[in-house]
Structures are given as C-alpha cells and as structure tokens.
C-alpha cells in the first residue's frame, strides 16, 4: 500500500532534469538566446578552467622567443533545470546553437523553493 502512495506522488509531481553544457564563452549567449523559445526560467552559467581532448593554442611569451602550451583552458558551464516534458527540445536548442562541447543529464529527486515552500516543477 505505502508503495502505491508514494508511485502516485511520483507520477503527480513531474519529473525534472538538470541539463550541463560545457561550451566556449562566444557560444554562452546564443544558447541562452535560444533556450528562450521553450522557455526556460533560469540559466546559470560559471566561468571554469578545464582540459580536453583537443589540442591547445600556443602562446607565444616573451617577444615570441618562448612557446607555452597551458594545460587548461577557460571554459562555461551553463545549468538549467527543465520538466522532463522538455529535455530533448533544449538539448536540440544546444545542439544548433554550438558546435563544441558536451552535454550532461542528470535527474533531480526533489526541488524545492526556500522562499515560498513550493515543490517540484512549480519551482522552475
């Protein structure tokens, strides 16, 4: 019987996913821009450093007599929170607004809003 309570409270409250998208800053604000269409109500985005597979610019110091490679580069990291209802419609926005990069998903269990106690998708 408990079992049954809590499938219906799941199935009642909808199903919310965190999108991470690891881009390069000039392609921050065409994938926000784009997001606006679905819309999504929040976007945060942190400025990060991070290494990955492709190669690294050099950078010439020192009047070009000296060649560096750094071994990070700076990336963005931009999160949003989305029913589950439209997480392959942002993930398409992503897609056609940037070209690198990667895209992580993650399910959230519970969201709740401090200020005024709401849960689940009311949250967002």
């Known amino acids: ?3 049954g309570k809590v499938l219906c409270y799941y199935l009642y409250k909808k199903a919310l ?8 800053e000039n392609d921050v604000m065409a994938v926000s821009e784009g997001l606006k269409s679905i819309p999504v109500s929040g976007i945060l985005v942190h400025k990060m450093k991070g ?3 492709l190669p690294k610019p050099e950078i010439h110091a020192a009047k070009g007599s000296e060649i560096f490679i750094p071994q990070f580069t700076h990336k963005h990291v931009m999160e949003i929170v989305v029913p589950d209802s439209k997480e392959e419609e942002a993930i398409k926005i992503i897609r056609e607004n940037t070209k690198l990069g990667m895209i ?3 399910p959230i ?3 709740i809003e401090i200020s005024s106690g709401k849960e689940g998708d009311e949250v967002i």
């Open 104 to 106: 992580f998903v993650q």
């Open 51 to 53: 290494r990955d597979k």
């Open 1 to 3: 019987m408990k079992l």
């Open 17 to 24: 996913k965190r999108i991470e998208v690891v881009l390069a």
């Open 109 to 111: 269990s519970r969201a």
